[in-house]
């Protein structure tokens, strides 16, 4: 089975996390996409945070529950960073190849992770376009150390059998659509 896992906040999940989970689903021949509904991200504030069940309501109201999936499986195994997700999933699931997914908005902040060059030593990942970040994504520090190991776009279909590191950059139509302006748009900013 060949999993992608999108990690994140989802205050709140929206067309653009959909749009995401099914590019990188086609384009890189997954089963399945996981939305990880991150309980509490050490990198965003909690004041402004919807109560995770919340989140996770709005992530379910995206996913179709059969190839995209929402998940509150970071809060069942008490994981809090990336890396320790990725390491106990992979001990829980040994079979499934898993690909973790991420916008060029988080390659960007890749180098600030917790344990970031664990995460790409043991993880193949693919990075999706998000306005404004692309050509920073690509040129910033996590890209250039991590130049031996990408992979041509071509690559995609093969990246969940690839061996770790490995990524890829997936070119494809972007979602403008972000949580932060749906936010402000309901707070009347």
Not at 29 to 37: A, K, S, T, Y
Not at 116 to 131: D, G, N, Q, T
Request: charged content about 20%.
């Amino acid at each position: 089975m060949r999993v992608g896992l999108l990690g994140g906040s989802f205050n709140p999940a929206h067309a653009g996390h959909r749009h995401v989970a099914d590019i990188a689903r086609k384009k890189l021949c997954l089963d399945q996409i996981w939305l990880l509904v991150s309980p509490g991200n050490p990198l965003k504030p909690a004041r402004g945070m919807a109560p995770f069940k919340a989140r996770l309501a709005s992530a379910r109201a995206i996913a179709d529950g059969r190839r995209v999936i929402a998940t509150g499986i970071e809060e069942h195994l008490h994981t809090r960073y990336t890396v320790d997700t990725l390491r106990t999933l992979r001990i829980r699931f040994p079979r499934v190849r898993f690909v973790w997914l991420m916008g060029a908005d988080n390659l960007v902040q890749l180098p600030v992770w917790n344990e970031w060059l664990e995460i790409a030593r043991h993880s193949v990942f693919a990075v999706l376009p998000r306005p404004t970040y692309n050509h920073r994504a690509l040129a910033g520090q996590a890209a250039q150390r991590l130049r031996p190991a990408r992979r041509p776009e071509r690559s995609a279909p093969a990246l969940a059998g690839l061996t770790a590191p490995s990524w890829v950059f997936l070119p494809a139509p972007q979602n403008y659509e972000s949580a932060t302006a749906i936010r402000a748009r309901h707070s009347g900013v």
